[in-house]
């Protein structure tokens, strides 16, 4: 998705706050959406939705996000949980509400002038008055009066509980996470002891396995070659176990320094030559 896309104008505020948040750590994270996809478990096509601004994300999909990325999930939680109330609050607005509102707009509007208003026949028009043809004095200006002023009402009482409603959501969110949000594990922790074993060198992670690695797998496997391209003084970023751009990075350098194709997978060639 490019950057250069403009989101929705109807996007509500706390949403639009939410994707331009998702869409910067998606861009620092420098994953395509494909890669973004396998690590979140959402398809590329949703995602492009998502951050596209046509569709709100799943929570789940915000935490998944924001753990990938190493991020605190709890402000984006509680801009989703806004921006999700908003919508609900305009889709379960009621359709009398909208109904009166416009039967009141139309009895606000005059008369057209090209409307002919029934009177009474002309010889009983002959007899009475002048005055008499007219409508009846301050009638349709006093409905129209009364029409603005409820309308007037409705609006001032929606502005005014939509402004308690954002204010006591925001308040809640920075005091306390959502339940929910507990429940998320932290990142498994893994520890480089580096030795030799059999003539070979291992981090013992991964039990000396060659097993084919490639850009955006985790695991032990991942961690294990990690070690390993840090003691031959390539630095692969953390030991977290997980094959993203700094590591991508460093098995490429490693490739090239040792002569071998420089294609950024560890493959039996390069597990070989990274163990000595």
């Known amino acids: 998705m490019p950057r250069s896309k403009t989101l929705p104008a109807e996007l509500d505020p706390s949403a639009r706050q939410l994707v331009t948040r998702l869409r910067r750590l998606k861009e620092h994270s420098e994953l395509t959406m494909r890669q973004l996809a396998v690590k979140t478990g959402y398809s590329a096509k949703s995602w492009e939705r998502y951050l596209g601004g046509t569709s709100l994300p799943p929570r789940e999909a915000v935490e998944a996000l924001a753990r990938i990325t190493g991020t605190d999930p709890v402000p984006l939680l509680a801009l989703h949980e806004i921006a999700a109330d908003s919508r609900d609050g305009r889709r379960a607005r009621p ?4 109904q009166n509102e416009q039967r009141e707009r139309e009895q606000e509007q005059p008369a057209s002038p090209t409307t002919p208003h029934p009177g009474p026949p002309a010889a009983a028009t002959a007899r009475m008055p ?4 007219g409508p009846a004095p301050g009638r349709f200006p006093h409905l129209a009066l009364t029409a603005g002023i409820a309308a007037l009402a409705v609006a001032l ?21 959502s339940p929910r949000t507990t429940v998320t594990s932290p990142p498994p922790s893994y520890t480089c002891r580096i030795a030799r074993v059999d003539g070979r060198w ?12 490639v850009y955006g797998a985790t695991g032990a496997d991942v961690a294990e070659a990690q070690c390993l391209l840090r003691r031959a003084g390539i630095s692969p970023g953390g030991i977290d176990g997980m094959f993203g ?11 090239d320094r040792a002569g071998l194709t420089v294609d950024g997978m560890l493959g039996p060639r390069s597990w070989k030559t990274l163990r000595g």
């Not at 751009?245 to 490739?255: D, E, N, S, Y």
């Open 95 to 98: 359709a009398a509400q909208q």
């Open 130 to 133: 002048r005055r008499a043809t």
């Open 157 to 177: 009482s929606a502005a005014l509980l939509l402004m308690l409603r954002l204010d006591h959501e925001v308040s809640r969110a920075a005091v306390t996470a």
């Open 202 to 213: 291992s981090a013992g992670i991964n039990k000396g396995r060659n097993t084919e690695i």
């Open 245 to 255: 751009p700094l590591t991508l990075r460093a098995v490429k350098t490693f490739q």
